[in-house]
């Protein structure tokens, strides 16, 4: 499947937090984020694995694996059912992909 990214619509999650699933196929999810500096995504788990790469600003996670402030060209990894949220410390772009994909994101 190939999607345009500028033709999908995208979904505020949370107050400062805006996702937009950009593909998916059988078994991952590929989402863009749009975060806002100031926002925060509380403390969370879900079962699945999700690895994401930082496109531009300053992230704050926090959770069971402690805490980690990332830069943009920084990536993280989170196995399915570990505790983890994030506070935007600046305007950030990131992409993440979810595996199995997650039922609650598709479009």
């Known amino acids: 499947m190939f999607y345009n990214a500028d033709d999908l619509p995208g979904r505020e999650l949370l107050p400062g937090i805006k996702m937009k699933v950009l593909t998916h196929g059988d078994n991952t999810l590929l989402c ?10 509380p403390a969370h788990n879900h079962p699945q694995e999700q690895s994401g790469y930082l496109v531009s600003g300053k992230l704050r996670f926090f959770g069971d694996e402690g805490e980690l402030v990332v830069e943009a060209g920084s990536g993280w990894t989170f196995r399915g059912g570990v505790s983890h949220g994030v506070e935007v410390l600046a305007d950030s ?12 994101y598709l479009p």
Request: charged content about 20%.
């Open 32 to 41: 863009e984020f749009h975060l806002a500096a100031g926002a925060v995504i």
């Open 93 to 104: 772009v990131a992409i993440e992909v979810f595996s199995p994909i997650r039922q609650d």
